[in-house]
Nanobody, 125 residues
Framework: QVQLVESGGGLVQAGGSLRLSCEAS????????MGWFRQAPGKEREFVAV????????YYADSVKGRFTISRDNAKNTVYLQMNSLKSEDTAIYYC??????????????????WGQGTEVTVSS
C-alpha cells in the first residue's frame, strides 16, 4: 500500500510561482513512475506531468510545457512540481499519483494505481 500526501498549494496571482510537493510512504516510490494531474471545477481530471522512476525522463502536457517542471528526490520519497508563470486557467486541485507498472510513461489517469488527496491551487487574474 502506498500513501501520498500533497502540499504546497495556495492562492497566487497570475504570473507567480508555486512549488507542490508529494511525499510517498511505502517501498515502491523508487521503483515507480510519478505523475501530476489536475482537476478544475466541472472538468475531467487531466494529465500535467510525469517523471520516470530512475532516469528522470519527463513528459508534460502542452498546456504547461516550458512553465512547469517535475522532479523527484528518491532519498526523500518526494516528487515536486515547480509551477512558474501561472495563469488563471491553472486553477485546479492538483493530485500526485503512482504508476507501479514500470512500463512506458503514461498520461491516462486510469493507469495510475495510487492517488493523493489533492492540494488546491488558485490563480487570481
Amino acid at each position: 500500500q502506498v500513501q501520498l500526501v500533497e502540499s504546497g498549494g495556495g492562492l497566487v496571482q497570475a504570473g507567480g510561482s508555486l512549488r507542490l510537493s508529494c511525499e510517498a510512504s511505502g517501498r515502491t516510490f523508487g521503483r515507480s513512475h510519478m505523475g501530476w494531474f489536475r482537476q478544475a471545477p466541472g472538468k475531467e481530471r487531466e494529465f500535467v506531468a510525469v517523471i520516470s522512476r530512475r532516469d528522470d525522463r519527463t513528459y508534460y502536457a502542452d498546456s504547461v510545457k516550458g512553465r512547469f517542471t517535475i522532479s523527484r528526490d528518491n532519498a526523500k520519497n518526494t516528487v515536486y512540481l515547480q509551477m512558474n508563470s501561472l495563469k488563471s486557467e491553472d486553477t485546479a486541485i492538483y493530485y500526485c499519483a503512482v504508476d507501479v507498472s514500470n512500463q512506458a510513461l503514461n498520461i491516462r489517469p486510469i493507469k495510475y494505481n495510487y492517488w493523493g488527496q489533492g492540494t488546491e491551487v488558485t490563480v487570481s487574474s
